[in-house]
């Protein structure tokens, strides 16, 4: 079956521009997570839902970062005014109970 | 507190050997251990994961070993293949925390042939 998808793969963009990032997780799967990771480091938890509703947003590093998960299904990480420091891959996981597959991430190249 | 510390942070093994990777953590509310596996351009994808209430899990060449009480817990792969070169991370949730997962800083395995 399918698995977790992000789009776009890369994406470039100039510092001060807004950038959107998709998430579609596996089917039927309640639990949506976004994780950042710098290069050579481990992922580091940003925020979670269950179905639309984002139960934990503590990991979000600035209110620059927004994110959404409407109608439970898809998802939107969503950085405003993208500074240097955002550059990163972003992944997002979903998880049916315990165990969270990942998707296999957007590099985001701010310039 | 939410810390989880990895070792190494790189390692070689020659073919058919036992890797090793271990990790700490400090929080005593984690009860959910998983392990990752990455490769370049690609997202972590679940290796193997254990529970507090046993003190191994084995899974094909994979096996996690658990110290409650030391607050460690371990990755062995035996019989190390060159496919098995790739980034290691380990990772630590709660249920309380809705599972969001603390990941270690990570371990490059290479395995030479």
């Known amino acids: 079956g399918a698995g977790v998808s992000q789009s776009p793969r890369y994406k470039v963009a100039k510092r001060g521009q807004d950038v959107a990032l998709r998430c579609d997780p596996i089917?039927?799967?309640?639990?949506l997570f976004w994780y950042q990771q710098a290069l050579g480091q481990g992922p580091e938890f940003l925020t979670y839902?269950?179905?639309?509703?984002?139960?934990?947003k503590s990991g979000l590093p600035s209110d620059r970062f927004f994110a959404e998960r409407p109608e439970g299904s898809v998802s939107t990480l969503k950085i405003q005014r993208t500074q240097q420091e955002d550059s990163a891959v972003y992944l997002c996981a979903s998880s049916y109970r315990d165990e969270q597959f990942f998707g296999p991430g957007t590099r985001l190249t701010v310039l | 507190q939410q810390q989880v510390k990895q070792s190494p942070q790189s390692l070689i093994v020659q073919k058919g050997g036992i890797s090793i990777i271990n990790c700490a953590y400090e929080?005593?509310?984690?009860?959910?251990f998983p392990w990752y596996q990455q490769f370049p351009g690609k997202g972590p994808a679940l290796l193997i994961a254990?529970?507090?209430?046993?003190s191994e899990k084995k899974e094909g060449r994979f096996t996690i070993s658990f110290n409650k009480s030391a607050k460690q817990f371990s990755l062995h792969i035996m019989d190390s293949q060159p496919g098995d070169s790739a980034t290691y991370f380990c990772a630590a949730g709660a249920v309380q925390g809705a599972q969001k997962l603390v990941f270690g800083q990570g371990t490059r395995l290479t395995i030479n042939p």
């Open positions: 929080n005593t509310a984690f009860d959910y």
């Open positions: 254990i529970r507090p209430d046993v």
């Open positions: 089917s039927g799967h309640v639990s």
């Open positions: 839902f269950q179905n639309e509703a984002q139960l934990d």
